[in-house]
T-cell receptor, first 112, second 112 residues
Framework: DAGVTQSPTHLIKTRGQQVTLRCSPK?????VSWYQQALGQGPQFIFQ???????QRGNFPDRFSGHQFPNYSSELNVNALLLGDSALYLC???????????FGPGTRLTVT | DAKTTQPNSMESNEEEPVHLPCNHS???????IHWYRQLPSQGPEYVIH???SNVNNRMASLAIAEDRKSSTLILHRATLRDAAVYYC?????????????FGKGTRLHILP
């Protein structure tokens, strides 16, 4: 089992650009959550997808959007990048209550 | 805001037991206590969870106070590989769409 995979590993973008990050959940998992982790901080919840719909959302602006595909994989899109969007973006998948979440290694996004 | 309180950092000697405390005075009856840890340059990984009774697994033990307002993660014999940030998190065991709220966690240093 490959576990949760994310791509790309690292990414450098310019302020104002748009970025798409990808996540493949652990085999059999149907729920995907995205987190943003700034340096030295704990992960902050962005949103969660289940059955191809956004089910929960954290305190993030509409510039952050996502999608879940029928095979449960997911994308995170960020528009109009700001310098403050530089962070590690983590994807986590889960299945059953009380559902431990399995995290991927993350995508390191740098906005210059 | 995180619903748990943990010390910012702790130190322990290699091959000795480590007790990581967590306070969660506002815990509700359906909240499970989860622990995750994040090794350097990796995504968080699940460690253990419990509801009322103490729990053991191959990684650690979880001791839960009788009133459930605090808990302690116990690493029985710390190794250098256990150096990580440890997060204590409350998860609603009823609602699958409950988002994870990470605090800053406890940074555990292991001394050789």
């Amino acid at each position: 089992d490959a576990g949760v995979t994310q791509s790309p590993t690292h990414l450098i973008k310019t302020r104002g650009q748009q970025v798409t990050l990808r996540c493949s959940p652990k085999s059999g998992h149907d729920t995907v959550s995205w987190y943003q982790q700034a340096l030295g901080q704990g992960p902050q919840f962005i949103f969660q997808y289940y059955e191809e719909e956004e089910r929960q959302r954290g305190n993030f602006p509409d510039r952050f959007s996502g999608h879940q595909f029928p095979n449960y994989s997911s994308e995170l899109n960020v528009n109009a990048l700001l310098l403050g969007d530089s962070a590690l973006y983590l994807c986590a998948s889960s299945l059953d209550l009380p559902y431990e979440q399995y995290f991927g290694p993350g995508t390191r996004l740098t906005v210059t | 805001d995180a619903k748990t309180t943990q010390p910012n950092s702790m130190e322990s000697n290699e091959e000795e037991p480590v007790h990581l405390p967590c306070n969660h005075s506002t815990i509700s009856g359906t909240d499970y206590i989860h622990w995750y840890r994040q090794l350097p340059s990796q995504g968080p990984e699940y460690v253990i969870h419990g509801l009322t009774s103490n729990v053991n697994n191959r990684m650690a033990s979880l001791a839960i106070a009788e009133d459930r307002k605090s808990s302690t993660l116990i690493l029985h014999r710390a190794t250098l590989r256990d150096a990580a940030v440890y997060y204590c998190i409350l998860r609603d065991g009823v609602n699958r769409d409950d988002k994870i709220i990470f605090g800053k966690g406890t940074r555990l240093h292991i001394l050789p």
